[in-house]
């Protein structure tokens, strides 16, 4: 068995995956690259995926299949993985190579322990095209460090800190115990993949190291504010699917009332987004659409409801008229820059 399978979702990603894919090599045998074409048809990601894996049969699989979006590409990696742990890696990104090796060193060492690790954290670096200085994203003063831990054991997490996919690595067998399937053809979807299997996540591992470079910079990218309105739709799919999530394992997630003010903070953030971007749009069928969301999550859970809509970001999200959404863009805008939402 392999230590650490890494999943990279390819969609006519010719122009960079090799600098992904060179960069994952570093870990030699004791990783297993899949390379998952989801049906690229603009360029030759389906050859260059072949000549990786000729090149290096005992380390890369090339899988190809019929689009279905990110989130599928994810669930056939999932579904492929022959390793103990598993990680995504976007096409478009990179890891470092020294914190990778310090990654797999620290998996190596917990495999042959008596514990079983649920996930590991590690820091991102955001790769800002035109940004001199790179924003790091760490949990130093969250997660206790070089040790397992529980959530019991985590501070609290404060707004724009969250644990997103380039941060971590699942037990490969958690995510298929917890039945992780993502949604096809949809985007943002990375939001369910760091959500749904949390209530699974007990022993955690945090390591301080600049791992993952999260590329942004093309204008096709999902995370540009343009994009992110033409695909409302999506983000709002995205945002119902977590919102169900919750509300229908709350039992289970509450069983650890920091996994739970966790995960209820994480999807404040994403109405956040929804709601900024609805309003953003200028249409409207965005604003009834924003207004819609928010009834949905009434129906759903009307205490969990009157927490978010109450809260900071809930009421600047909701302000009355159009001077009052001038005020929402204005107060999103600010914490954009300071948490770095997309």
């Not at 894919?21 to 297993?32: K, M, N, P, R, T």
């Not at 310090?102 to 590690?122: E, F, N, P």
């Not at 003063?141 to 040790?147: E, M, Q, R, W």
Request: contains cysteine; hydrophobic residues 35%.
């Amino acid at each position: 068995m392999k230590l650490l399978s890494i999943a990279i979702p390819c969609y006519n990603s010719a122009a960079y995956m090799g600098k992904c894919i060179d960069s994952l090599l570093l870990g030699g045998e004791d990783v297993e690259i899949l390379i998952v074409d989801d049906g690229s048809t603009k360029d030759n990601t389906a050859e260059i995926a072949d000549e990786y894996q000729a090149k290096y049969p005992g380390i890369i699989k090339a899988i190809h299949k019929a689009n279905g979006g990110h989130g599928s590409a994810v669930n056939t990696g999932i579904e492929n993985a022959t390793g103990l742990f598993f990680k995504v890696v976007d096409s478009d990104d990179w890891v470092q190579e020294e914190a990778y090796r310090q990654i797999l060193d620290t998996l190596r060492a917990i495999a042959g322990g008596g514990k079983h690790l649920d996930m590991l954290v590690s820091n991102f670096v955001y790769e800002k095209v035109g940004e001199k200085r790179k924003k790091v994203m760490h949990y130093r003063h969250i997660l206790p460090k070089d040790k397992i831990f529980t959530w019991a054991d985590c501070k609290h997490f404060s707004k724009g800190h969250y644990i997103l996919m380039h941060s971590v690595i699942f037990r490969t067998q958690l995510l298929r115990d917890c039945g992780l399937k993502l949604p096809e053809h949809t985007f943002y979807v990375d939001n369910l993949y760091v959500f749904e299997p949390l209530p699974y996540v007990e022993n955690m591992y945090y390591l301080d190291v600049n791992f993952y470079r999260y590329y942004i910079g093309r204008e096709d990218q999902s995370v540009n504010e343009n994009v992110m309105i033409s695909r409302l739709d999506q983000q709002l799919r995205v945002n119902k699917l977590m919102i169900d999530y919750l509300v229908e394992h709350k039992t289970e997630i509450a069983a650890s009332k920091r996994r739970y003010q966790y995960m209820r903070n994480y999807l404040e953030i994403i109405m956040t987004v929804s709601s900024i971007f609805c309003i953003k749009s200028g249409s409207e069928e965005h604003l009834e659409e924003k207004k819609e969301l928010w009834s949905y999550l009434r129906k759903k859970d009307k205490k969990l409801y009157f927490k978010l809509r109450n809260g900071i970001m809930g009421g600047a999200m909701n302000l009355p008229g159009r001077g009052g959404r001038k005020l929402s863009i204005e107060g999103y805008d600010i914490c954009k820059k300071i948490f770095n939402f997309n």
